[in-house]
């Protein structure tokens, strides 16, 4: 299967500060990546979808200026929260999907445990 | 919309079946995966079923049944590291064949 790296796995932060999520896709191109927010118990939530070298596209509810996303290469995107908050604090886990249609899966990176103190 | 329900927990002992309903309502449907992610880790892709009936990988198998928007996920020969949360998910093929996951289903596996 298709391999797709995410860093850090893990990162502690200050609230305010901001925090830089990465996310590649190592053997193949993703023409689509995808950023999910799960918290403990719960679902994936879908956050935004990125196409390479066009602005996400942000689900109904998720702040567009708090969590940046930037999709600059086939093999690369990344998530920038701003300004974090306590309440940001959670499991961010990307995926990357290689071409178009139904028939296309996704691929999951290993996930970015978020704490904000 | 899509909305997927699963049950929240289910306990069974090494050895045992397990199998896991999932029902679901969306406006546009394009198959049903399962998804199998332990504590702390990210989902990995355990099947996928676009047509009805039974898929088989190994202990773990697949049923779907579009007439009755249903499907399942059958563990079979239950081992300690089957414990995890199992998600099902459609893909939506209105909105760009994205995936919407159920709440998941917790499995635990006991000695």
């Known amino acids: 299967g298709a391999v797709v790296s995410q860093h850090p796995s893990w990162v502690i932060c200050k609230s305010g500060t901001s925090v830089k999520i990465e996310c590649r896709s190592l053997?193949?191109?993703?023409?689509?990546m995808f950023w999910y927010r799960q918290f403990p118990k719960q679902s994936l939530m879908l956050m935004a979808t990125?196409?390479?070298?066009?602005?996400?596209?942000?689900e109904q509810g998720v702040e567009k200026d708090k969590f940046l996303i930037n999709h600059a290469s086939l093999t690369l995107s990344t998530l920038t929260v701003t300004s974090a908050h306590p309440e940001d604090s959670s499991f961010y886990i990307c995926?990357?999907?290689?071409?178009?249609?139904?028939?296309?899966?996704?691929?999951f990176g290993q996930g970015t445990r978020l704490t904000v103190v | 919309g899509q909305s997927l329900e699963q049950p929240s927990e289910v306990t069974a002992v090494e050895g045992a079946i397990v199998q896991i309903n999932c029902t679901y309502q969306?406006?546009?449907?394009?198959?049903l995966s399962w998804y199998q992610q332990h504590d702390g880790g990210a989902p990995t892709f355990l099947s996928y079923?676009?047509?009805?009936g039974l898929e088989e990988t190994g202990r773990f198998s697949s049923f779907l049944s579009r007439s009755d928007s249903y499907g399942y996920l059958l563990l079979q020969e239950l081992q300690m590291k089957d414990s995890a949360s199992y998600f099902c998910?459609?893909?939506?093929?209105?909105?760009?064949?994205?995936?919407?996951f159920g709440a998941g289903t917790t499995v635990t596996v006991r000695a």
């Open positions: 995926s990357a999907r290689r071409g178009t249609g139904p028939n296309t899966e996704a691929f």
């Open positions: 053997d193949f191109q993703a023409t689509t």
């Open positions: 990125s196409n390479e070298g066009s602005k996400a596209t942000y």
């Open positions: 969306t406006s546009g449907f394009y198959g």
């Open positions: 079923n676009a047509l009805d």
């Open positions: 998910a459609v893909r939506d093929p209105s909105n760009d064949y994205k995936l919407s």
